[in-house]
């Protein structure tokens, strides 16, 4: 069975401390792990895709990395409004009746205190 | 341009009764896919639809049922409710049929409280 184990569960920097959220994964053959962002009262929004180890995204003050076990998300410079939870997510190769369905992980509430 | 549009956004029913759900994707986008989430935990994944077939289906009872529509509008059906039941049900979009090379679009949700 597909897993996703994200930690901490809930995480406070001041502005502008940097600091990693962790996703570690256990699945039959990845196609694709996604970090997300959400908002309170909000879905999901999308921020990236990683297909294999040693690949890396950024955008703004967000970096994603994905070696085989995990995947941490990187906050440079964080800001208040980088407040969120950050879900972690994978796409497994062979899901049998699942087909493409994401198996999410349980998020990370972070907090930016100006 | 229009995001994913759910309806409603609030809902409280009884244990037993029936509800739909409705969810309208990003235009040109032809897969639909339901999540439900549990406060204070990640989305799980119920059905997938692509040209309004079933794609695929989560690990939810067969009180759970879901078509796509030729306009690639969805609803999510679910008999019996029970206390269990209350969640957010989120609908995501994306224009092809695997969130490998297509990333999912979600919309803000429905609430679902069961009383």
């Known amino acids: 069975e597909d897993q996703v184990t994200q930690s901490p569960e809930a995480l406070r920097l001041q502005e502008g401390e940097s600091s990693s959220l962790n996703c570690s994964y256990t699945v039959s053959g990845l196609r694709g792990l996604f970090w997300y962002r959400q908002d309170p009262g909000k879905g999901p929004e999308f921020l990236f895709t990683l297909y294999s180890a040693g690949e890396e995204k950024e955008k703004e003050r967000l970096k994603a990395t994905l070696t085989k076990k995990e995947s941490f998300l990187h906050i440079t410079a964080p800001k208040p409004e980088d407040s969120a939870t950050y879900l972690c997510a994978v796409q497994a190769r062979y899901s049998g009746g699942g087909a493409d369905g994401l198996t999410f992980g349980k998020g990370t509430h972070l907090i930016i205190q100006p | 341009d229009a995001g994913v549009t759910q309806s409603p956004t609030h809902l409280i029913k009884t244990r037993g009764q029936h509800v739909t759900l409705r969810c309208s994707p990003i235009?040109?986008?032809?897969?639909v896919s339901w999540y439900q989430q549990v406060l204070g935990q990640g989305p799980q994944f119920i059905f997938q639809?692509?040209?309004?077939?079933?794609?695929g289906r989560g690990n939810f009872p067969d009180r759970f049922s879901a078509r796509q529509f030729p306009n690639y509008s969805s609803e999510l059906n679910v008999n019996a409710l029970l206390l269990g039941d209350s969640a957010l049900y989120l609908c995501?979009?994306?224009?092809?049929?695997?969130?490998?090379?297509?990333?999912?679009?979600f919309g803000n949700g429905t609430r679902l409280t069961v009383t």
């Open positions: 235009s040109g986008h032809k897969s």
């Open positions: 995501a979009s994306s224009p092809g049929p695997s969130p490998y090379n297509s990333p999912l679009h």
């Open positions: 639809y692509y040209e309004k077939e079933e794609r």
